[in-house]
């Protein structure tokens, strides 16, 4: 069956900190895989998406992903985190035609 | 990047009524374009895909009947809650697809969504 996994339900993070959040996907075909971030009461942004070549992928606002097909996993990153990256973070996978399906999210909570 | 609106952004209405939501792709042509229903702290699920000029196709478990969708025109398509229920309340958000491969994922642009209260 086709999921997402984001392990973690709710992250904590001091700003100027490293940030990771984790995404394992199952999924038949090769998948397109992307990240969301939705502050509250909004509407989803797109912050980076990945269909082929180059496994690290850099996306707005500082983040990137990276891609590791013998994981099954896109996990997200930043380097340093801003206390404006506060936000629910979704990771979703799709293909060519296929609806996307998206994990349960992460909520970040980031601390002065 | 492409823009889309949805509209009302919050809507509070009475168990028993109608509610309609408009979901407008403000500077591209949408041919299809995704209804989603989120409810608190929980992702994502998609509730129908709607085609410009065809019937909505829905996804398992929504009701045809309760959730009416129309998309009559390129930028536009509108979700209609018909005798809503307290348990109808929830965030409702549109995607819109662009451009000639408006059915790749990978084209989606989401409305800002519309919360949903039934009293």
Partial sequence: ?112 | GAVVSQHPSWVICKSGTSVKIECRSLDFQATTMFWYRQFPKQSLMLMATSNEGSKATYEQGVEKDKFLINHASLTLSTLTVTSAHPEDSSFYICSAGGGRDSHRVETQYFGPGTRLLVL
């Fill in chain 1, 1 to 112: 069956a086709q999921s997402v996994t984001q392990p973690d339900i709710h992250i904590t993070v001091s700003e100027g900190a490293s940030l990771e959040l984790r995404c394992n996907y199952s999924y038949g075909a090769t998948p397109y895989l992307f990240w969301y971030v939705q502050s509250p009461g909004q509407g989803l942004q797109l912050l980076l998406k990945y269909f082929s070549g180059d496994t690290l992928v850099q996306g707005i606002k500082g983040f990137e992903a990276e891609f590791k097909r013998s994981q099954s996993s896109f996990n997200l990153r930043k380097p340093s985190v801003h206390w404006s990256d506060a936000a629910e973070y979704f990771c979703a996978v799709g293909a060519h035609t296929d609806k996307l399906i998206f994990g349960t999210g992460t909520r970040l909570q980031v601390f002065p």
